[in-house]
């Protein structure tokens, strides 16, 4: 089962979401890496456009974590 980690801000998030994605902001990424470390199975990240999430993809991909770059989080509606 992949997991869709939603790097928006938490007030974005709010006002719209994909059912059973996990809220961590880009800001925070660098502090939950253990958190994101220990999910099971595929990762994928996504955002409003694509932009944030591509971001967060490289930086987790450098620390060793294997996911990819959903892009806007309603296209994964």
Known sequence: MKTLIDVRTPAEFQAGN???SINIPLNEIPHRIEEIRAIQG???LCCLSGGRSGQATAYLRAQGIDCNN????M???
């Open 18 to 20: 994909v059912p059973g």
């Open 70 to 73: 959903a892009g806007g989080w």
């Open 75 to 77: 296209s994964n509606l």
């Open 42 to 44: 595929p990762i994928d």
